[in-house]
């Protein structure tokens, strides 16, 4: 398990003065995505590089589910946008996602841990990014609907099929609630994980309502506002009033 | 009853002017927040501390209902955030509420007070803040459902039971419409306070917005924006262009 | 009707490349609402008065329904807000609205006019400003449900009944859409007046949405927001930190 | 078809690291617009036009699906605002829309394309401009509901019906989904163009919820917010007092 601990999101254990264990854990993954992975792609929050070279501004702010036998947590990962070629505007360059993450819930002293200024590890963090798409199916779930999800990283490559992940949303039995569960399935090591958090009504209720105003971010449409930053004038006699209705243009 | 008004929230009591004597008691409690209590834990608004010293810039409004017997208010509490260690960005410190108040309708006269720099005291102001999940719950109730929240502030203590709140929101027998209570239970001083507002059909509709609305700002997720304040460049090219895929870095 | 003239709402009719004559009803009644009765109380929008003393930033975008007898209008008018005593905040002085306008869509020659520095007199518009209730009840309204509200602007004086508005909401018999009527009674002058504009389902689902993002802006909820103006640092240790729970402060 | 390629939307091709040909299609069209269309009417957001002459700022983060046979794309187009004539506030201008663009997905070296300064042309490239009531028929579609549109450029000309435009939604019939389609029907020069985009439910609750973000930006109501940008002080002393209640202003 040696290259899981290279790789792993590692932590630091604060073991002062929280109330549950997950809750350190979830806040100091956090921490950990920006010392070790600088400029990392999927970040819990959106990448501000000042053109001057310094100031990083994120924000870690995840939705926590702690239960039983795991927890996962729940944040948006906002979208890049690089220039135009013409320079006259922003386009997305990569698009948003939500992120879930899982992680067993394991007594503290069974944490594997290697201090290496302030980390530790944690063994099992599993990472699941939905779609746009994918977040409008958890949206749009109803109290009997399930959904499920299959990422493969290797899908277009003939590498497909050995490492594969699925993300399932079932409603329980008795109404009210779901079972939210993550399976990985490494076909080169042989190993299959498993995560399931059983997830209550009212906590489901939060991540639709946080995910429906989460979604027109993670695609960029906050940006489509008209509360201009840099005052610029209303000029709409620029605009060529002959080009009045471009949906017939041809 | 002295204990009580040594702790209790004062308010100035403002005569003149109000329609209703709760208006008075709903911005004067506010008001109140600020002036006793510095830099109080649960405010009514967001605390603006600029690092170098001053201005405090707090907004009350509060959503009331007033009816016979008592009254509520309903106002969003803004999380806290702390910087992380590594100072690269900030992290949600003491987590965001909805925080509902109830007081008793009582004649003005019949007020207790002590004018101690235009403060009077009100007995019997009762506070419930909901967590976000609590919040959820409120805000996916079907017009037939009920919910109940249970709040023991020594639940992890010895003391545990000895002073409980609880909050239940009941459906209206004949449709439309709740019952809204809050029950606080005093083993030590043998007191059982309880008050009931029925809050009509559109009265819920409103707080059920008006929740829907805050609830991604109690969690700190309109932090997650796209729209920059200080006009970094978007630097996608500074990524780590090899990290491409968190969601399988292991 | 003189005394109608001098008070009406007055317009400038713009008759040049206007597709509906409503259209510009619509606009320059907002024109009019600023330059006739400066600083008004229920404008169309927030109004931004410059401690300097100068500019005023107003914005008119109504949502139109233009039918064959009368036509409507939804526009929110946002809350003031004022000064706490001690300084420290501020609070809601004059709640919001969502303003709805109605008029009749009498031919263009026969509006009695008036040209006074680009005036003219439209007889018998109406308004019925909706409370943050009010637009509750429009929200939660199901396909068949209806809804009415009553105003009395002398509820609380002698002479209560002399005037009366009533706004209701009744749903189509056929399904899918609505009847939007306002009856105004004036007991002095022995008038009835009552404008019925039926409402298209989809037509009422723009309203809808639009009174559901408007509703926590009319109640000043906006204000409460993580993302400050000001850069001020976020200072927790300020915080007094005994004062970790005030739900339970008594 | 010499006509269609004149004034055609033209994309460059980037054949380089894109998984999906619809994804440069979607995007170049957005460069394109800027590009060859200066000032355009319907751009893909809003434009910045700088008093002082310069920076335009658009933003491009179309929500697009690809199917089989042809594929589309969604994004807001925000309103115009020109000044008042009193020069004491902003009034909307044109009225912005929900942008649907479809095109067919034929391979990639079946486009025809003319390399000129990096354009090529797409045809057949069809857009339909919903307004904000049709947005709000798509929003409030049930999971059994159709809806159609219908567009004459010349509707009120001696032109009417020689091209027309419309848009359908229909629901699967095994539950789950929809086909949008759009017609173009031009009696000139004889054709009939259609495309047919099977949009799954997952990926109309991302495009029922965009819109429902989208609708009041549309409708320019993001310009009714309580937040300042100028930092104007509250003054609600300057407001005539004496017009409390415009309600009733007769």
Request: net charge positive; glycine share 8%.
């Amino acid at each position: 398990m040696d290259h899981f601990r290279r790789k792993l999101w590692t932590i630091r254990m604060d073991l002062s003065g929280r109330n549950l264990l997950g809750d350190a854990v979830c806040c100091r993954v956090s921490s950990f995505n920006h010392s070790r992975i600088s400029g990392a792609g999927y970040s819990t929050a959106r990448q501000n590089f000042n053109a001057a070279g310094g100031t990083i501004n994120r924000i870690f702010a995840p939705y926590c589910v702690y239960k039983g036998k795991a927890a996962l947590s729940l944040s948006p990962v906002l979208p890049t946008f690089s220039k135009l070629e013409s320079g006259a505007g922003l386009k997305v360059d990569r698009h948003g996602v939500m992120m879930l993450r899982f992680w067993p819930a394991i007594g503290e002293r069974k944490y594997d841990w290697e201090k290496r200024q302030n980390s530790v590890f944690v063994a099992f963090l599993q990472l699941f990014a939905l779609s746009a798409t994918e977040t409008g199916s958890l949206i749009s779930l109803g109290s009997k609907d399930s959904c499920e999800f299959f990422h493969d990283p290797s899908m277009l490559s003939s590498n497909a099929g050995q490492v594969r992940k699925s993300l399932s949303i079932k409603p329980h039995a008795d109404g009210g609630g779901y079972f939210i569960s993550l399976s990985v399935n490494n076909n080169i090591l042989k190993t299959n994980e498993r995560f399931t958090v059983p997830v209550t009504a009212a906590e489901f209720a939060v991540m639709k309502t946080a995910c429906s105003f989460a979604l027109p971010h993670i695609m960029g449409w906050d940006r489509y506002t008209n509360n201009q930053r840099h005052g610029a004038e209303e000029s709409p006699s620029k605009v060529d009033k002959q080009i009045l209705d471009l949906e017939w243009d041809k």
